[in-house]
């Protein structure tokens, strides 16, 4: 038998998963931290790989998901937030070196977009937007099947559309972006501007509060958490429509955290959307929805890339 | 020999031309009225292309070019501004019925991004944007060598999408999109607003402007018409910024009446593109120019479609 390897980079862990040829339920499963005394992340991801290789079956493929932009035709990892050491990193080309199969790799959320429409919400769909909802926003696209990345892998970044000219300021440096005014982060400075502004609140003045606080104070009737959360979903909503007008898709999903806080946020997206699109045509056969495949989306993503990969290439 | 048919549609002229198999340099050529006393559009199409029909040689299929929203996946023309009577057309059908050869019908931004791709300025291009700058603001997008058309062929409009939330009310019925604020009517309407709040110009304040009488002011150093292209060209930098984000092309081609006002529009364009970019990678290996084939962009994007079809289908 043929086992697939998925492995998922980040900053603090990174965990792989070995699948045989056809399915999604993980033969095996491992989790370990990024950095330990005495090695290297990339040390660190041989040694997790070679950890979860199986011990009688032949591995056709490992698919790699990481954040940051990636030069996915070249296999080469441009940055990796929260591991400065590897810049331009032709992590590809050392893997298939490392363990002589195949390797695929792709950036986090266009893997994630990937997975959902594999394995995910997004089966039977050939035209897809993933936006990721969380501390920034972050989206991966599929146009006729194929992920969107660009000439050097730096496309797909919805969250870095200008919605507010002279906006807030992002944290790529420019001002006004999507992600600048609807992130997580965004609902959390925004409230704790009006609390500074002494807007009257049932929220605490005095300590750092998350979007998972605000949303929290939402639902039990706070008026300025819910205008937080009407706020960043009109400007989602109103950006979903220009998306609408590039891509056209049949099914937009909502991953990361902050899209889990339900109608506070789909409620405000939707009207927008309704109010802001240029012809009831964008929204015949369209479903706005949830992720399906959680947490787990990048790395299903990943086992999807390196068996599209492989598969092409035979 | 095999020769291929284009015919380019318009709502008061349509024109056909013969190519032989591999060549761009028309064998025949004809133009004709769209309407015509005592016949149908239709009816003058099926004359214009039996105009042209070779005499002694097969032709090998036709491609069609027609403005407004076209699903080209099943060859229907949803509507043809200022040709009424098409509605919902099926001309893709009727039109290999009637003649008994292969048809590939295509919107005309989108054809010429294709024409410009296949012939024109953007060869040996992959991943590229193409925006016609004119009364409206129309595109065409080639991502991985193919075009951006959507589900249901709505997509690739990026003359609609919002840049100025509640600025003024855009062709489409929607507010603030690029062609509300930086087409050739939006550029003459802000400067008649600016006439009628008696703001000094050389240009006359009692008939219509176009935006090439703006333009020759603006040569001419009127700083009313210089202001007015500055303006637009900073939203069409800002709004580039943002589509470079989504597609990171390698080329941007302008081609349209308006854009043909040179560095009067393509400084503060570029200007306006450089400050708004989120990493210099985005502008490397970037190309940002006119269009090299002027009117017959369309056409030859007809022709490279119905050759890259029938091909497809050998």
New interface residues.
């Given amino acids: 038998v043929s086992i697939y390897l998925a492995v998922d980079i980040g900053g603090t862990q990174m965990r792989a998963a070995s699948y045989p040829a056809e399915s999604i339920q993980p033969l095996s499963y491992l989790r370990i931290t990024t950095y330990s005394s005495g090695t290297t992340p990339l040390l660190r991801l041989y040694e997790l790989i070679s950890s979860i290789w199986p011990k009688d079956d032949k591995v056709a493929g490992i698919g790699v998901v990481a954040p940051g932009p990636i030069n996915s035709r070249e296999g080469i990892l441009?940055a990796a937030p929260n591991i400065p050491e590897w810049r331009n990193l032709a992590l590809q080309k050392e893997l298939e070196e490392h363990f002589n199969v195949p390797v695929a790799l792709g950036n986090d959320a266009n893997l994630a977009a990937l997975g959902e429409w594999k394995y995910g919400i997004g089966r039977d769909h050939?035209?897809l937007i993933y936006l990721t909802i969380s501390t920034g926003i972050g989206s991966g696209i599929i146009?006729?099947d194929?992920i969107?990345?660009?000439?050097?892998?730096?496309?797909?970044?919805?969250g870095?559309?200008?919605?507010l000219?002279e906006g807030p300021f992002?944290g790529?440096?420019?001002r006004g972006?999507l992600e600048a005014v609807a992130s997580g982060t965004a609902i959390s400075h925004w409230v704790q501007e009006k609390i500074n502004e002494h807007v009257v609140t049932s929220l605490p003045a005095n300590r750092k509060l998350t979007a998972k606080d605000i949303s929290i104070a939402a639902r039990e009737g706070d008026r300025l958490a819910k205008e937080a959360f009407e706020r960043a979903g009109k400007f989602i909503g109103?950006a979903l429509?220009?998306f609408l007008?590039?891509?056209?898709?049949?099914i937009v999903i909502f991953g990361g955290g902050v899209s889990q806080s339900g109608s506070l946020l789909l409620n405000p997206i939707n009207d927008e959307l309704k109010k802001?699109v240029?012809?009831p045509?964008?929204l015949?056969?369209l479903l706005v929805t949830n992720a399906a495949l959680g947490d787990n989306a990048g790395l299903l993503g990943a086992l999807a890339l390196v068996r599209k990969v492989t598969i092409k290439e035979m």
Same sequence: chains 1, 2.
């Fill in positions: 441009l050939h035209h146009i006729d194929e969107l990345e660009g000439a050097a892998g730096l496309g797909a970044e919805l870095h559309i200008t919605v000219p992002c790529c440096g420019q972006h109103w429509a220009d007008h590039i891509f056209n898709p049949t802001r240029m012809s045509q964008y015949e056969n």
